[in-house]
């Protein structure tokens, strides 16, 4: 697994951890059960602060990419396959459609979808 920080970015660095693992496991390149690094392995070898990197698994872990069983390690889950993401594409395009043909504002549509959430 290679990550690469680039500390002058404008995105912080837990979250370029967290995209770049995020596209690794989208991509298939971290199969299912894949176990990641410790956190303090991974800050070691970027050269962050463990907090930057335990943040970026905690958030992997709230979109449900990884799961951590404690002393074992984080592990990935499946991954959300292509056409799962391409499905909701499609539906997020129709409903878009939907909210501009019934006259609703972003805003309107985003507090509809966040209320169905």
Do not use: C
Not at 35 to 44: F, I, M, S, W, Y
Not at 63 to 81: K, P
Not at 95 to 108: K, P, Q
């Amino acid at each position: 697994m290679i990550i690469l920080v680039d500390p002058a970015a404008s995105r912080p660095p837990y979250e370029q951890v967290k995209q770049q693992i995020e596209q690794l496991i989208r991509r298939g390149e971290m199969a299912q059960g894949t176990r990641l690094p410790t956190v303090r392995q991974l800050a070691g070898d970027l050269g962050l602060a463990v907090n930057t990197v335990a943040r970026a698994y905690k958030e992997l872990e709230a979109d449900r990419l990884v799961e951590t069983r404690g002393r074992n390690g984080t592990f990935v889950l499946a991954a959300r396959s292509q056409v799962d993401d391409e499905e909701t594409h499609a539906a997020a395009t129709m409903f878009a459609r939907a909210a501009r043909r019934a006259g609703l504002s972003v805003a309107e549509a985003t507090r509809i979808l966040h209320e169905a959430w």
